[in-house]
């Protein structure tokens, strides 16, 4: 027989595993087979389809739904000593079949941070103390090392390995099959099996509605800041005086100042 619980409308088939110190919001749905062990928070009509296993202080938000084998746990990490870390995963999203994602680790912030009405597509991989924004999406194998930073509204293609500790920023996408060794900056484009800076996502910002005079704008400030003249402070400098006025410009200033202990992802001399 199939377990409700009706003071909050839970779905648990008899099959899966629910430890006692589970939390569950309203109208939890848990599939057969699932796993899911003390320190698990599911908020509202958070769905597990199947085979799901959960496995320590892992928190997932309201609306999500989880799809058969992912696995949500400890870090793989050989400097995890279990300590009590966590993954806090927002509200709305999709993983799909097989994606693992790991919980945090003494060396980051003891903490894994997914934000709100991402999709994980089959088989991806977010693993120890990364920071991912709202609607990012992960495409099939698609990879992220420890402690990497996501931005919102970043595409991530099939097959792409993002390097530890590297930043995405914002309304970037990265190509399939890429290997991302640096920081990708606000709105950029990247490509290549060691990637370079291809360019600016310009499909994406037409797509999220930026009109014609802000993409231009943009366009400028890219060739300033990836051009030949002075060093690339100086660039930064430069970028920052002439569109002082312009958001989406300040936005990769900022990004370009930030403190990171990888350079920013360039174009190659080829493309240049």
Same mark, same amino acid.
């Given at each position: 027989?199939?377990?409700?619980?009706?003071?909050?409308?839970?779905?648990?088939?008899?099959? #899966?595993?629910?430890?006692? !110190? @589970?939390? &569950?919001?309203?109208? %939890?749905? *848990?599939?057969?087979?699932?796993? =899911?062990?003390? $320190? #698990?928070?599911?908020?509202? !009509? @958070?769905? &597990?389809?199947?085979? %799901?296993? *959960?496995?320590?202080?892992?928190? =997932?938000?309201? $609306?999500?739904?989880?799809?058969?084998? @992912?696995? &949500?746990?400890?870090?793989?990490?050989?400097?995890?000593?279990?300590?009590?870390?966590?993954?806090?995963?927002?509200?709305?999203? @999709?993983?799909?079949?097989?994606?693992?994602?790991?919980?945090?680790?003494?060396?980051?912030?003891?903490?894994?941070?997914?934000?709100?009405?991402?999709?994980?597509?089959?088989?991806?991989?977010?693993?120890?103390?990364?920071?991912?924004?709202?609607?990012?999406?992960?495409?099939?194998?698609?990879?992220?090392?420890?402690?990497?930073?996501?931005?919102?509204?970043?595409?991530?293609?099939?097959?792409?390995?993002?390097?530890?500790?590297?930043?995405?920023?914002?309304?970037?996408?990265?190509?399939?099959?890429?290997?991302?060794?640096?920081?990708?900056?606000?709105?950029?484009?990247?490509?290549?099996?060691?990637?370079?800076?291809?360019?600016?996502?310009?499909?994406?910002?037409?797509?999220?509605?930026?009109?014609?005079?802000?993409?231009?704008?943009?366009?400028?400030?890219?060739?300033?800041?990836?051009?030949?003249?002075?060093?690339?402070?100086?660039?930064?400098?430069?970028?920052?005086?002439?569109?002082?006025?312009?958001?989406?410009?300040?936005?990769?200033?900022?990004?370009?100042?930030?403190?990171?202990?990888?350079?920013?992802?360039?174009?190659?001399?080829?493309?240049?």
């Amino acid at each position: 027989m199939v377990r409700h619980t009706a003071a909050m409308s839970h779905f648990i088939h008899p099959t #899966a595993i629910v430890s006692s !110190g @589970v939390s &569950l919001g309203k109208d %939890v749905s *848990i599939g057969p087979y699932c796993v =899911v062990e003390d $320190g #698990a928070v599911l908020g509202d !009509g @958070v769905i &597990l389809k199947s085979h %799901v296993v *959960i496995d320590g202080l892992v928190s =997932v938000g309201e $609306g999500t739904t989880i799809f058969p084998f @992912v696995s &949500l746990g400890p870090p793989q990490d050989l400097k995890y000593k279990g300590e009590k870390s966590e993954l806090v995963i927002g509200k709305g999203n @999709v993983i799909r079949e097989y994606t693992t994602m790991n919980t945090g680790t003494q060396t980051g912030a003891m903490k894994t941070v997914v934000g709100d009405n991402c999709l994980f597509m089959m088989s991806t991989h977010v693993a120890h103390d990364c920071v991912v924004g709202d609607n990012v999406i992960m495409a099939n194998n698609a990879t992220l090392g420890g402690h990497v930073e996501v931005g919102d509204h970043v595409l991530i293609g099939g097959l792409a390995a993002v390097h530890q500790f590297v930043r995405i920023g914002p309304y970037a996408v990265i190509g399939g099959m890429s290997g991302v060794e640096s920081d990708v900056i606000p709105y950029g484009r990247v490509k290549g099996e060691r990637a370079h800076l291809a360019g600016l996502n310009l499909v994406g910002l037409e797509r999220k509605g930026f009109d014609k005079d802000q993409v231009r704008m943009l366009q400028r400030a890219f060739n300033e800041l990836f051009g030949e003249e002075g060093t690339l402070e100086q660039r930064i400098d430069m970028v920052a005086n002439d569109f002082s006025s312009i958001d989406a410009v300040m936005q990769i200033v900022a990004f370009a100042r930030g403190k990171t202990r990888f350079p920013l992802c360039a174009p190659s001399k080829k493309s240049a």
